[in-house]
Structures are given as C-alpha cells and as structure tokens.
C-alpha cells in the first residue's frame, strides 16, 4: 500500500493550495496568472540563492551548528524577500484588488516552495515498503510554509504598495516581515542547535505560522480601516 | 465584512485547530513510531537431490510478514514467516511441523552470534555440549527432508533482537502480523534457485622424492598421506568444517613442512617417496579419491606401501581410532598398528583399532581408507570418531566452528602420525629415538598450525560451489607446492547420485509497515482536513451563503431573481 501512502502525503502536501484557490475569490477572478508568474519567479530567486550559497558556504563535517554559516544562510534569505518585492512590485498583473493580488501571490509562491523542496523525497521515499511518519510531517510543514508566504506576502504589500499606513503600525510591521523571513534560519537552528526532533519543530512551525497569520490579518484590517 | 465576520472566524479556526491536533493523537496511538529497515546477511539451508529426490529447501525468494513461536493457535502461517532462535527451538515441533506437511511461508532460524565466523571470532561458547547436540539434530533434519518453503539461517545481533522482541509482543497481544494489522515484513529478493552445472572436485597432490641411490633398480616405495579438504553441511555458505575435516588439512600441511625439511638435505633424505593428496568429494562417499586412485598408473599404485588418512583429529582428550578393513591380523596392518601404538604410549595417549569390512556391492563409502581398500592398496584412517559416519555426516555442519577445536589435540596428532612415519621411513622401530622433538629445530609448530586452522575456519568449503580456479583451492595448491617437488591438480566433474542448487546466502531486508487500516484512515482524515479547510476559506472570504449556494444550485437561481 505505497502508492497509497504517497498518495495521501501528496494531498496532504499540494492539497491545501489548490483548496485555497478554489475556496476563495481567487478562483471568481481568475487570478491563476498571477500565481504562476509568482511562481517562476520563486523559481528564479532560487536559482540565485543556490547560486550565492555554493560560493560563500563551505561543507561542514558534523551536523552542529555554525553561527557563521547561519548568519550567512540568513542573510541570503533575505534575496528570498528581495524575490518577493519583484513579484509584488515589477510584475504586471491585471486588476486584481491588492487583497487579491499578495494572496495569489504568496500562494503561488508556497506552492512553487512546495513543489521544488518537496516533490522528489516523496516521490522517492513514500513510495517504499518502510513506513515512516517523515512524510506527514512534510506536508503539514507544507501547510505551515503556506500560511507563512501568504502571510509574507500580505506585510509586503503592506509595505511597498500601501502608500498610507497609519504611522504607529510601520515598525512593527517591519518587525513582523523580519521575524517571517527569519522563519527557515530559526527553524534550522531549532533542528540544529537545540536538537529539536522532527515533530516538535514542525508543531513550533504551525503554532508560529498561524499566529503570524492572525497577526497580519490585525495589521492589514487595521490599516484597511482608514480606506 | 472582515470585520462582521471576525468573532466567528476565529472560533472556527480555533475549532479546526482542535480537531487536527485530536486526529493527530489518534493517529499517533494507532501505529507506534518505527525505525528504519534492517538489512542482515542470511544464509539459506542447503538444496540438493539425492538419486533423483529432491531434499533441502527448494525456495529461495521470500516476502512475507513476520511471526515468532508465540503465534496464536489455529492462526494462518502459509503467508507468514517463522522466525525462531536457537534457544527456543524445540526439535519436536519443528519435525512434527515438517513431517505434516503444513504450509509455511518460510522458517528463520537465529543462530546465537558467537558461531558466526565472522563477527563470533574468540568468544567462548556457553553450553557447548548442548548446542552442539541440539544443532546437529536440527542439521539432520533439515538435510534429510523436503521442505516447499524457504529456510535461512542467521545471526543475532541487536537490531535483530529488538525486533524480535516487538513481534514476540505483537505475537503475545493477539495481533499476528498480516496485510491489514501492519508489522513487519521480511523480504529477500532473490531468483530462483538454478541448478549447479557440472560441479567440479579438485584433487591436489604433492609427491616429494625420495633418495634413490645407485643400486636401486627399482621404484622406491611410497607412503602417501590423504585427507579430504570439503565439507558439507545444512548451510553451504556456513559449513567451514573446522575438525571435518579442517584439522585433517592443517595436520597434512605440518607434516608435510616437516618431511620437506627432512627431505631438503640428501644425507637425511629416506628411501621413501612421500605423495599427499588434498582430496575433494569427501561427503559424497569419497568420491573424489576414488577417481583420483584410478588416474593413478598401475605401478604407482603397486608401489604404495601403505596410506594413512586424516579425518577429524581436531577435538579428541586421550584417545585416537586407527579405522581399517582389512582383518587386524594381516602383517600390514599389524605394523602400521604397532609403529603408531609405540609412538602413542611416549607420547601419554591411546589409540584403538576398529575393524569394518567393506562390502563391494554397497556404494557407501564411510571411510577414505575404504577407496584404497577397493584398489588392493593397504589404508587406515586416523580419528577422532569411534562410530562410523552416516552419509552426509560429521562433514562440516553449523556445530563445527573453530571453538569446538583444540589446536593442542591437533599438535599431538602430527607428532604421532610424523614421528611413526619417521620411524618407519628410517628404519628406527623400537628405538626411542625422537626425531621431531620439541624446542629442536624439526619441532612441530603450533603457530603454524594455528594459522591455518584460523584461515579453514573463515572459508566455507562445500565443493559443488567452489569453482575450478577457486582463490582457496589455489592457496591450498600453493602452500603445498612450497613443501613438497612436485604438485599436481586433477579437476573431475561431481557426478554420480548429487545434484546441487545454487543461492546459498543472500540479504534479508526487513521492513516496519503500516497497515491497510491505517492508510484508509488516513486519507479519510486527509479528507475531512480538506474539506474543513474548504469551508472554513469560503465562509471567511465569501460567507456562509456563498458554501451553502455551493450545495444547492435551483434554490439559489430563485434568490437571485428573487
């Protein structure tokens, strides 16, 4: 029953997004362009930080954790931001409403993440007799992950294409979109330094990834209200 | 509408929240945690046919899932696989079982680790006398039925024990491990087991001159000195044969070091010549002697004074039988039984002299001396057995592993055989003369002995399944060769009543699987999740009207024109 197996992991991992188009008006206004043009460029961001790592990390030999190396994982996480800002800002997208548009931009953007980090292990592994539980676990980081870029892409609206904010809320908006970007170096970091197993970090990721969501939901109403 | 809906939406998605993190546990509870497949060597019991029936058994391949001794009663077992340790075997029910004919996935048994040439090495074995009988009747069940599934043997190690450990408590809480109840599974992909196509016997033997001098017209006579080097037993690939016949191997080889040091120098050279032979085939009636006493010229085999073969000495206290089938009163025999009984008295231990008659007509061969008999060659056997052999044992089996073999015993034995040869050789009966003394430099070396006996007991030797240019054979070959003038290797074919099967050892990989069971539910918790997440985005981006118009299509026509 291994096809079974990998088939559940795939909806569990791939469902959440098509569920996510279909359910809200993303689907009533036709915004798939969109996401697949935020997904590309997902791609090419990428692309780009693989590039970057390669030159400036080395190889190390135990699964420790390096300050050094995280602080530069870190701040190459940021292009991931930088990425973002081009599919929000630069790209052309039809009238959408900017409610629509970060969301069909952040799912697009989960769903590339999803597909590239996630695909081949699952193809791969939970296709074999062995059982294990790496696989769930996967997907519901999955969810997480998509709560988190939609949730990311929503503070970058609120950042770059939301001219008046009310001014109390503009530092923590800041503050929010760092600790979301922060998210994959503190994860590691929980893995690797602490030596957090498998489930805990994922539970750690769902408890933050919806608290962030709820978060910027509270920032984008309230700075929705003035409007 | 954000804002209106806001108090609602957050206790649904609280309420979602909820019921996840209950699935979760619930699923959690169901399938424990795992950990990663094993992977063992495992070495699968011998297949053979005897006279056209077949014996051993006759599958290889398996997949099924795993059950210890404890299973339920009346439970199912022809898709299952019984995995038993040594130490809870019981003979009994394992005859029983096969005797009745019931259907069986296939049989493990686990070998405690100390017998495994490998890994066992040094360790001491507790209990030697028990195991020893218990494995040896295992053996000669096994061997001598027709088992339809597959048997492999293997060792203990940890991962093993603790997944034995959790069938056994699988096994005890009443859930035997099938397609729908998850557990584990124990694969071995291997083919079919295909016939061994003319298997070949090597016989090696080495010929050190003797001194001819001028006046000599005649061949000089010649001692010749046998022992069968193969063995055979229930798991091919674990038959290494320490004492059966490994220590007859190591004796041959010392004493041929010795002679050779003898021989080396013309003043001490004797008028004898000396033939070894490392015989093959010993297990199928000594076939392989017999061939090669035929390729033997006519004069060659007349010169022959007499032959002493080796056969197990390894284990032996106090006393070693001289086997022979000629009467104990012909001339030879008595002398052959005086020199060696001198040497045994000096020497503080006893040998005795058993009798057999050979019957012509009969085809079973017990003893190598019997192939020389049948040539009107004069032959005994020296060993350790009192009681002759059946066919197919004391050839090697799982028992006969190197710390059921006392080198000290082995040391005694080359001393006896080499010192009564001497004597002989250099016309010295009834002098106590002692040629190869301890600390002289013609002293028997145990370090040499040892080494060898190490290297036998790491090398599975079961004929059929060595090949012509086999790495061991050429050693064994070579290490002659450095002994003795000449060394000549004959290749003859296994034929007569045997035919082998292939696939002696393979890789059991062993996996933890969940159940059908557990797959349903969760794709039915998969779904339940989807459809929770569907209504909760609807309801919160569009309103409850819109998930309910999605249900129900006429009504919603009306309101519209409504």
Redo the contacts between chains.
Sequence with gaps: MTMFHFFNCAILTFGPHAVYYSATPLSEYDTLGTSVKAALVYLGTALVKLVCLATVLKVSENDGFDPYQELLKAVIGFIDVAGLYFALTQLIHRNISQNHKFQAVGLGWAFADSVLHRLAPLWVGARGLEFTWDFILQGLEANANLVLSISLAALGSLMWLRKNKPKTLIPIIYTCAGIVATMPSITSYLRRGLGWDFPKVVVFELFTSLSMAFISWQLFSACQRPS | M??SKKPGGLRE?LES?YSVIALLFILVAC?E??D??AAVDVYRLIQYDMSGSPFGSRFAALNHHAASLHFPPGVDLSRTVLIIPLRELNITFVREYINQKNPLGGLLVLLPEVLSFKTGGNKQVHEKEKMKILLAELERLLVHSNIPYPVYFFFENDEIDTVLADIKKNDLMGQPATATTGGY?F?IPTAEPKKVASPTMTNIQGWLSGLKTDGDANQLPTIAIVASYDTFGAAPALSVGSDSNGSGIVALLEIARLFSLLYSNPKTRGRYNLLFGLTSGGPYNYNGTQKWLRSFDQRLRESIDYAICLNSIGSWDNELWIHVSKPPENAYIKQIFEGLSNVAEELDLKVGLKHKKINISNPRVAWEHEQFSRLRVTAATLSELSVTPELLESTGGLFDTRQYVNETAIVRGVKLVAESLARHIYGHQGKNIQIFADESSLAVNPAYIRSWLDVLSQTPRVAPFLSKDDPFVMALKKELAGHVDEVNVQHETLEGIFTFYDSTSARLNI????S?TF?LL??LV?GF??IV??????IT??GLDDLISLFRRPPSRKLKTA
């Design positions: 954000a804002n998605m929240m399938v945690l795992c990663a497949a599974k694969v996996y933890q699987v969940a059908v797959d969760l794709l998969l999740y989807l997440l569907f209504s909760f985005l609807v981006t569009r």
